[in-house]
């Protein structure tokens, strides 16, 4: 037999049973299009964590000041305090190595900044003007802070276009003197609108030269230092050389915690997978569900079909051609469901991409694979036994079957 | 052509064993037209499901064009069937999905012919039946004796040796049945072995040789022309 003409007797056998066809399409399109919906929500999901990870800045290693671990029960975990500052000094001496090729101090606080007569509560970040590249900021207007000397307090900010607006409204705001807390700047520059990341949005931030922060909130210490390697292979080695730098810069302690950028990203990107991959494995029950209406379906249509397999067999149809058939007719039935599922699936998640554009839906390519794959191994797997049935019944009896 | 020797089909009814076919013996030559008669139970249709090769025997030879048909494997058993024997059945079979042409070509389909070829043949089989305006009708658009015609094509597209045809006419009027039956003889003319199964004895007594079945046994096998 052709297989052009196995194809052709099975889309005949379907057309000719359209209720049974439709119903096992739905069952199986309702498999796929679940199983590809989940997959594409739980990686739009771990994308979206990923992309605000990586718009923190790719090879990055940050020093927080104060260890992590818990030191037991000691006079330093009531002040929940270093005795020892993390201060530019100590990022001026990280900064010295091959491998480490910008670093920006980052200090913040709360204060208020005013414009003639409008006062707002605003967050105030201290840096350098390397955070601009190690945070793949843009400017809308004007200039980030000044390069050089990271302990000069010059009197210059830029602020993000929100406190542009709120405070400034039309009027110009590069050049202009404003106040942030009891100090006077000059704004010079103004942030893009893009750049927006966990925690921060440059929208609404003022930033300040860090030491000029540092003067306006009374202190010493940092909050933060950013470290960007050289490249990925590089981070162990910056790690080592933070350690050690801070260790002989204050007096033996390492009272300083480093964490890198993709550790932390290594562990959430493993958590969605996860994640995915339940929710996934959930839809891929009905799939299951849809596999076994399939084998019920099938032997419900052998059944049927009885006086038509003997009539097969006395015109001379091999076991393994009756076999055929039937698989085929199953193979066909789930495959055209799984595409219809596909289809249902991915316009689902367009539609959902659309109505949360934040989150980047992508319905991933193996997703797509498994889902099919899996729906036309269902359909096999759980056809063989009716097609077994089918071709193994005995002719005489087959024949007089009504 | 067609020899069965000592051929005996048991059949097992609860803890009873029913001889349905019992020793019998029986020689058929090529062109030969029989009918095979007998109350029912007597072993008729049994008889007609091994010359088919849709039953085997329990015991017992059959010969089948010099070959042992019953050493067969089923695969070859299927082929034998495919290009020796065609069925003609009472309840004409067809396959109510598929167009008249495409219930004849179905012998050739499951052969693997070309379909330009099952084109061609399928329509000289229209033609030889009658049936040229009717290729593109499903049997439930057929009458009863059209739905028989088209059967009787598709058991002959492959040029078969052997028609076996159970009651052909037992579901057809009269007129019917007769048309049937002068295709069915028409063939039987061109060489075919027509064997016909059938309780009515006027069907019957059309066939130059008549074997009478009862109880699994062959009680009279006359040949020539006797008035019923």
Known sequence: ?402 | MITLEHVHRVFQVGDQEVHALNDLMLHIDRGEYLSIMGPSGSGKSTLLNILGILDRSTSGRYLLDGTDVTALSDDQQALTRREKIGFVFQFFHLVPRLTAEQNIELPLVLAGVPPSERKARTGRMLQAVGLKGRAHHRPEELSGGQRQRVAIARATIMEPAVLLADEPTGNLDRTSGKEVIEILEDLNRKGIILIVVTHDPEIGGLARRRIRLVDGCITSDVSGHTEP
């Open chain 1, 1 to 402: 037999m052709r297989p052009i003409d196995v194809l052709r007797f099975s889309l005949m056998a379907l057309q000719g049973n359209r209720v049974r066809t439709m119903l096992m399409l739905l069952a199986m399109s309702i498999g796929v299009a679940s199983v590809v919906l989940l997959t594409s929500v739980g990686e739009g999901a771990r994308l979206f964590v990923v992309n605000e990870f990586s718009s923190l800045g790719t090879n990055l290693v940050i020093i927080l000041p104060g260890r992590s671990e818990t030191a037991g029960f000691g006079p330093s975990s009531f002040m929940g305090e270093t005795p020892r500052d993390l201060t530019i000094r100590d990022v001026m001496a990280v900064a010295r190595h091959s491998a480490v090729r910008r670093t920006a101090p980052i200090s913040v606080g709360e204060a208020h900044a005013s414009w003639q007569r409008r006062v707002r509560e605003v967050p105030v970040l201290g840096t350098t003007s390397e955070l601009l590249s190690i945070r793949r900021w843009t400017m809308a207007q004007g200039q980030f802070l000044p390069a050089g000397d990271p302990e000069l307090a010059s009197p210059v900010c830029v602020i993000g276009s929100k406190v542009r607006d709120e405070l400034f409204g039309p009027h110009p705001a590069i050049g202009e003197m404003m106040s942030v807390g009891d100090r006077r700047c000059r704004v010079i520059g103004i942030l893009g609108s893009e750049g927006r990341s966990i925690g921060l949005d440059p929208e609404e931030l003022v930033i300040l030269p860090v030491a000029f922060a540092q003067m306006l909130f009374n202190t010493n210490s940092l909050f933060r230092v950013l470290v960007e390697a050289t490249s990925r292979e590089a981070i162990p080695r910056v790690e080592t050389h933070i350690l050690s730098t801070i260790r002989e810069r204050h007096q033996g302690e390492e009272d300083v915690t480093v964490m890198t950028q993709d550790a932390v990203l290594a562990t959430f990107d493993r958590i969605f997978r996860a994640l995915t991959l339940t929710v996934t494995g959930i839809a891929g029950i009905s799939l299951g569900v849809a596999g076994i209406l399939t084998m019920n379906v099938m032997l419900i249509t052998v059944s049927q079909r009885t006086a038509e397999i003997g009539l097969l067999k006395a015109l001379g149809a091999r076991r393994s051609q009756i076999l055929m058939l039937f698989l085929t007719e199953a193979v066909v039935l789930s495959s055209a469901g799984a595409l219809l599922g596909l289809v249902i699936g991915i316009t689902g998640s367009q539609i959902i991409g659309r109505i949360y554009t934040a989150l980047p839906v992508g319905t991933p390519w193996w997703a797509i694979a498994m889902a099919l794959g899996v729906a036309i191994f269902t359909g096999l797997t759980f056809s063989v036994l009716p097609a077994r049935r089918a071709a193994h019944l005995d002719p005489v009896q087959a024949l007089s079957h009504k």
